[in-house]
């Protein structure tokens, strides 16, 4: 099955260089990345500038400055780009699921193969666990059971819910870092503001299972949510990052 990974990103030149390094180790190499850059006043479209075989594009309006805090302005704007680099996307027909990743979340080598085993097998839309460096589990991003239940934070890498860490399981959202077949998409289904305390790939994975699509964790796989260049650079130059 051929990836394209898609994503939207703003003030984030220093991550760049990590972020293609992450993407450049996977095991399974997407067959086209397509990056939105959005209005960044950092020099973020320099270095996608010097990233070959790279499809981007760059928001021309300014952008109001959002403060790094969850309300409803920033969420709707948000899911604006991101669906934006998902239209540009659509237009290209040589994939066939989308890994949405930003450019602060660190994907370990093996984390695309493991996730397109589940979506090949069983499932629409699949994510990994989502973590912060020391190993918490990151529930801002509603990973949740079927009934609505959050998970708590995690013992000894797992979180509690998750009865056999080997299995692949039905949640009703995911978000941070996720894999979707392109039928998802091209059903018309998109991503959508929230209140700012929830992702906007929530009501994308609310809609899809109204549609009968099925949303998955993989948690035999992890990323990492790096806040900062030097986290990223240590888990780009290590590769096996100690989860």
């Known amino acids: 099955m051929r990836v394209a990974i898609v994503s939207a990103l703003r003030n984030v030149a220093r991550f760049v260089p990590f972020y293609r390094a992450s993407i450049e180790a996977f095991t399974v190499q997407p067959s086209r990345i397509v990056l939105y850059e959005n209005d960044s006043r950092d020099g973020t479209a320099s270095r996608l500038q010097q990233w070959p075989g790279v499809t981007w594009f760059s928001l021309r309006t300014h952008v109001p400055h959002y403060p790094k805090v969850a309300t409803a302005e920033r969420a709707a704007h948000l899911a604006?780009?991101?669906n934006m680099a998902i239209?540009?996307?659509?237009a290209y027909d040589d994939w066939d699921a989308a890994l949405m990743l930003d450019a602060q979340k660190y994907a370990s080598?093996?984390?695309l193969e493991s996730l397109l085993t589940v979506l090949e097998k069983s499932a629409d839309i699949v994510a990994p666990l989502v973590c912060i460096p020391g190993?918490?589990?990151y529930d801002t991003w509603c990973f949740r059971h079927l009934n609505g239940k959050p998970f708590r934070e995690i013992e000894d890498g797992r979180p509690?819910?998750?009865?056999d860490p080997g299995t692949p399981f039905q949640v009703g959202a995911v978000g941070g870092v996720y894999l979707v077949h392109r039928r998802v998409f091209e059903a018309g289904l998109r991503l959508a503001g929230t209140n700012g305390e929830a992702c906007d790939s929530v009501?994308?994975?609310t809609h899809a299972r109204a549609r009968g699509f099925t949303v998955w964790?993989?948690?035999?796989?992890?990323a990492l949510h790096c806040p900062t260049p030097q986290q990223m650079r240590l888990y780009v130059r290590?590769?096996?990052p100690k989860w």
Not at 217 to 222: G, K, T
């Open 80 to 82: 604006y780009v991101r």
């Open 87 to 90: 239209e540009h996307a659509l």
């Open 109 to 111: 080598p093996v984390l």
């Open 135 to 137: 190993g918490i589990f």
């Open 160 to 163: 509690h819910g998750v009865l």
């Open 203 to 205: 009501p994308l994975c």
């Open 217 to 222: 964790v993989d948690p035999r796989v992890q």
């Open 238 to 240: 290590d590769r096996r």
